[in-house]
């Protein structure tokens, strides 16, 4: 929410609509209307957006605040986009969403790609390592996570310009 706000002064609706299931983000990450504007109002006490303005709404309902992202926010939404994601298993939402915004910002993320190569490759050698002390079960879910984390290395030495 707050890397959206970043981009731009907008409003809670815009980002509703970005964030709906048929939203340009919603395809990864979609954010019910309610959270939305309990996560701008969250940020906005933590002092990462504030109100610039507000904007009666053209069919006659409640005005519309224009937000901005403070200094503050502009500062902790580059350190987020940056940081690689932390565990194996949220690539899919969080490591994607990082790219999705980037990409918007023309920004480059060859950087968190790197980063974010960096981090599991450790993680892949322990499972490697897990693998040839299991059995059973335990070798099974060992395996499904090896295979899970190869192929994530392989999607970003790809997105790296690897193939």
Same mark, same amino acid.
């Given at each position: 929410?707050?890397?959206?706000?970043?981009?731009?002064?907008?409003?809670?609706?815009?980002l509703v609509g970005r964030l709906d299931r048929n939203g340009s983000l919603g395809q990864?990450?979609?954010?019910?209307?309610?959270t939305v504007y309990r996560a701008l109002q969250r940020l906005e006490q933590l002092g990462?957006?504030?109100?610039?303005?507000?904007?009666?709404?053209?069919? @006659?309902?409640?005005? *519309?605040? +224009?937000?901005? $992202?403070?200094? !503050?926010?502009?500062?902790?939404?580059? =350190?987020? %986009?940056?940081?690689?994601?932390?565990?194996?298993?949220?690539?899919?939402?969080?490591?994607?969403?990082?790219?999705?915004?980037?990409?918007?910002? @023309?920004?480059?993320? *060859?950087? +968190?790609?790197? $980063?974010?190569? !960096?981090?599991?490759?450790?993680?892949? =050698?322990? %499972?490697?390592?897990q693998l040839r002390a299991t059995t059973g079960f335990e070798h099974t879910l060992v395996?499904?996570?090896?295979?899970?984390?190869?192929?994530?290395?392989?999607?970003?030495?790809?997105?790296?310009?690897?193939?």
């Amino acid at each position: 929410m707050l890397c959206l706000v970043r981009e731009e002064p907008t409003y809670g609706l815009v980002l509703v609509g970005r964030l709906d299931r048929n939203g340009s983000l919603g395809q990864i990450w979609s954010v019910p209307k309610a959270t939305v504007y309990r996560a701008l109002q969250r940020l906005e006490q933590l002092g990462l957006i504030r109100t610039t303005g507000k904007q009666g709404s053209p069919k @006659g309902g409640p005005a *519309r605040s +224009l937000v901005e $992202a403070t200094a !503050a926010g502009r500062a902790a939404a580059q =350190a987020w %986009l940056s940081t690689p994601v932390e565990h194996a298993g949220d690539v899919r939402s969080e490591l994607m969403v990082k790219l999705a915004l980037l990409d918007r910002a @023309g920004s480059d993320s *060859r950087v +968190l790609i790197q $980063a974010q190569r !960096a981090r599991l490759l450790p993680i892949a =050698a322990a %499972l490697d390592d897990q693998l040839r002390a299991t059995t059973g079960f335990e070798h099974t879910l060992v395996l499904w996570r090896h295979k899970a984390v190869t192929a994530t290395l392989q999607f970003l030495q790809a997105l790296a310009g690897g193939s």
